[in-house]
Structures are given as C-alpha cells and as structure tokens.
C-alpha cells in the first residue's frame, strides 16, 4: 500500500505480520491431522481472521482475539463494564463477516493480582454484550500472572483479556463468504462505527500522551460531539458496536452478501483489500464522516490522513459487498435492526482501493 | 479440605475460586441465548473445566487455559519449544477428562515487543505438541502489547500464552464423563507425570528464589534424576506429558471410564474431588513417587507434605475411575500408548480423599 508512514504507534504493523505469517505456516501443518476426522479444517479461509472446521455436517467457524491496549483506557477511567463489548465484538465480528453466525465464546482474563470487583463489573459487561449477540459463554479461565502483567499504575487490577469465540455457517450459505463471488459493480454498504472499537490504541494514546500529558484521560474532551464525552478517557473507551446480530439478520432475510470485511487494524482500505479477489478493486466515496475523536485527534496531534486511515477505522467499522440491485434492501435491513448504514461505493474491474474522503482522495494498490 | 496452609505461593486459592464462581455465574445466564439453537450450552459438566456445545448431532467440549508463569522459566533458559507440550496438555487434558478427544486449538500470544525468533520456537514446539496430540491449530492470534506484558528481564521478548482447545464427544460414550456412574469398590488408575506440568510455579519459583537467589535457575540441580538436569532451569522446564492419545485409545479399545482428574492447581485431592459425586470418596494408597525436584523442592524449601500435595501434582498427572474387572486392561493400554501408569487405589462408599503417601496419611474431606 502506498499510505504507510515510519511506525507512528511505537509498533511495526509489518513485523507482525511477518510473524503471524509464521505461526500461521507452522498451524497450516497441522491441519493434516484432522483430515477426513472431526475437527477437519477447510482451507478456503486463507487469509481471513476466521477458520472454518467441519464436524459431520456441522460447520464451525472459530476466531480468536484480544482487546489490545485499550484496556489501560478503562483502567484510567476506572470503568470495566463497557470492555465487554469489546471482545464480543473482536471475536463475533470476525465471524460474521466469513458467514459464521457467532454461538459460544471462552474468555480468559489474566491478571496481576485479583480484584474481585472489576473481574464482576467485566463479566457483566461480557454477560450484556453476549446477550446483544445471543451468544453463551461456555468457556472461561482467571488466570494469576503476578509481575508478568502490567498496565496502568493507579488501577486496582491491571489484567489483559481474550478470547475465542465459535460460530456456525449461516444456512443460507453453501460456504463461508470469501469474496470469490464479488464482481466489479456490486455495491459496498458500510456500517457506522461510534467508536475506535479496540484497534489503534497505540497511535490514540502516544498523540495525546505527548499533546496533554501523563493524565490526558482527564483532560476535557474537545471533539465535535464534546456534548457526548465529558473527559478524552470517556470518549476513547466508548464501547465497540457488535454488528453480527445485524448482518444474521440480512442472511435471515435472504439478502444476497458477496464478501464482508470487519475494520480493525490496518484500517478501511488493508481490511477491505482481504476480500477483494480475481484481481479486483474498490471506490468507496461515501464513506462515514471520521469519528469526531479521530478527527479531533488528527488535529491536535497533526497526524496525517494517511495515517489516520490506516491505523484507525475513521468511522466505518464493517463494509459488506451485496448486489446492486439489493443494496437499498440491505441498507434498510441494518437500518431496521438500529444500525447506521449506508452505501458506501463500489467494486472496480482495475486493482486498488481507493478513499475519497473529506481531505482528499487516498489511493492503495 | 483440612491441608491448607497459608498462602506460601504468594496469591489466594481462595480468592481465585470466588471469582471464578463469579464470573461462572455470570456465564450460565447466557446460557439461555442457544437454548433449541447451534451452540446449545450443556449443563451437565458443572464444576468441571471443559464445557459441552452442541451443534445438530455434533456434541463438543470446549476448554480455555494458559500456561501462567511457567513461561519465566523458559525466559530464564532461553529455551522456547517445549512450552508448546504445555499449553497444549492444559485444555487437550481438560477435555479427555470429561470424554472430550480434542480436535483443534486456537492460540494467543500476548508480548511485550515481538521477537520473530521466539515466536517462531514457540509455534514449532506447538507444532510438535499438536502433532502428538493429533490436534489441528485452527485459529491464531498475536498481540503486541507494550508494557501491559511482563516477565525476566533478561529474556529476548516477554509474553503469555493461552488457547482454547475443542474436542468432539468420543462416540462410545452416550454423554460426557463426570463421575455420576462411579461407584465404591471401582479402581483408580494413575498417570505418571515427569514433570511439573503447568501449575505451582509460584511457589516453586519462590521457593527456589528464597534458597538460591536471584540466579536460581543456573543452580546445579542436585534432585534424584540429576543425571537428567544440569540446572535448576532445566528441571523446572521439563514440559508436560499429554495424556489425551493414551486416554482416547482406551476409549477406542472399548474400555470402560467413569471418571477422569486431570491434576492441575489444587492438587491431587482437590482435582479428584470433582469427579467424586454421590457422597463418594477414595484412598489412593500406591500414587506414584514424589516427582524427584518437588521431593527436593520439600527438603531445601521446609515444605510441608500438606503445602506440596496442595500445589503440586507431585508426579501423578491424572486419575482415571474404571471398573476393578478392567483396571488391569486399563493399565495395560496406557502402558502400550508409552505411558506408566499403575492402579493407585480405590473408590469408597465414605465420603473424603485420603493419600497414603511416603511422608504419611494426607486426609481431605
């Protein structure tokens, strides 16, 4: 891609994916030991944030994720019960958008020292935010790690938080949504997204690290929608929107979906880029305006749109490639389940993505 | 239980049982979200450590661990893949246990700052674990996450590991093993374990630390197998045997199980205890030696028998309740699959726990 500044978070988004290319090839060996046998994975997923694997008839997707850094958020506000949503919405989100309806999810919390009273104010946020998604926890482990976590030192727990979630291939489907179906003209809805989700924390606390200081979560909260946020910590833990129910929901009512991308790091253009197959492209020039907090944080921080765009979602936190003729059916099916959603572009014959977005046009090959 | 000491690994049993009830308790009210649905929670498994969902005909145990601070010790000799072994025997042993033969696992590494060349052990000794085990590695993440991860300062990249493990029902059995069809007079079977597996390393760490210093694990290591560890490292790293093949073999020869302990924190009597049901208790009076480092451990430390049989698994690995009619064919499988094992006692009509070990009668009620 041709929007990729020097390391802006304090992370190199390509050494880990030199990484996770590694530990994926040495998992790819694996799969011979299930071949023809319960647990079979199908391979047609490379690529993809979700595995499908076959029991009988049943077919299973499994996902797996944490929520980053933005956990030192809610321990600076002290606030536990939104994290919740979260994780649900890293793990089911990744699902929905291979087709796999999200049914159970496990969880493992590891902390330095225990405290029983954020462990329950996070376990009901979880307990909200599965009841959201109709999902059952079926699956869980605290585990004790003393020095081995850290975090924020005025926290009365400092703790990082996973988890797997598994799913089932939508009966509608023959087979997982991949994008192999996608053809230049079909239509691009995008999905609002009111908040960072759990990606691009990194770049999110270093701007306002260095711009307000050690305890800018305290600082008052100056984007354009300042009636929502009293603090820069409140409008940053604003909780991730699961949109899984809302998509079942298009496939429950026979919508056509070609490919769905769910926006977490890497940004709008490298996410949607996963789904584009048979060599083709994107113009998506109506996307969502940036999130008022991105926007305010470019600002302050003067931060490129370049770089907002590839660490952050900017305000679209899932993109599905349907029909033309559907879109408007698709569009008002999101809308019913409370969801903003509007269409948002279309597919290309040429490579590329391309952004047309308030300061300009961004271009990726 | 009446042995429990105070605290000496430095964190509370206790106060870890009470959140975990807590955030179960928090889980079962989701449970209702798949009730008639993919992903139905059963709720026959309570109080053990893997979870059953069903999918149409497919029943399927779920189970989430890490691997906790055994991982300093791989940091200290900077040797990364046998840590594999581990994780992969902490949910694949959880779910043999409960009739479970695991089939896939997804894992997450959370580090301070990526090193390729760790992470790249780390996935060839999971590799190699999952090739035992017969596992596909079906779903994967790493996360970077600053100074939210922690561990021996010396070491190349700091970082934990968990997974979550799914198993399919065995299809001998008509329901998941618990322990209701145990009855007095039926044999127990035990599984040697050479190792540690991936518990109590708090308090060997800190028993280690208080008697050798800083520089604990470059110690000679002077247990009755020194012939096999030259330091004190080694001996702590010695990686976790995986009992599912042997267990899952018996199952396919068609030998009966009523039970099975997987013996993790808490020991051997309170692990056993989970699966007593009916009022039921045991005398194991032929357990296994004292793993040689936790003999030693014991003596250089002043541990009591009561504190090492409450942490440590003290070279008994698991437990499996057969019929006395089998117990021999039992120990004769598992011994044909490359395990020792050996019938360590007997169920009773009376409730309670009691270990006749080298050091004296251990009684739990």
Known sequence: MSASPENPAGYSIEAGNAASRNAYGWAKKTFANRAGKPGEAAQDLDGGFANEIRFGNARLGISSDGIGTKIEV??????????????VAMTADDL???GFVPTNLSNIIDVNHLDYGVVDQLMRGLHDACNFAQIAITGGEIAELGNRIGGWPGAAMNFN????AIGSLH???????SGHTAEAGMAVVALQSPSFRSNGYSLARKTLQKV??????????DGADADQYATWGEA?????????PGVAALLDAGLPLHGAAHITGGGVADNFQRVLKNGLG???????????AMQRL????????????????MGTGMLLVTEEASAAAVVASLQASGYVAQVAGHLTAARGVTLRVESGELRYE
């Open 74 to 87: 809610a321990e600076r506000v002290g606030r536990y019960d939104t994290l919740g949503f979260d994780l």
């Open 96 to 98: 929905i958008v291979a």
């Open 161 to 164: 938080w996973c988890s797997t």
């Open 171 to 177: 009966p509608s489907l023959a087979r997982p949504l």
């Open 212 to 221: 307000l200081g050690d305890n800018w979560h305290e600082a008052p909260y």
């Open 236 to 244: 940053l833990l604003a909780p991730s929107l699961i949109y899984s």
């Open 282 to 292: 994107a113009v998506l020039d109506n996307l969502f305006a940036p999130l008022p």
């Open 298 to 313: 470019c600002e302050i921080g003067g931060l490129s749109p370049e770089t907002a765009y590839l660490y952050w979602n």
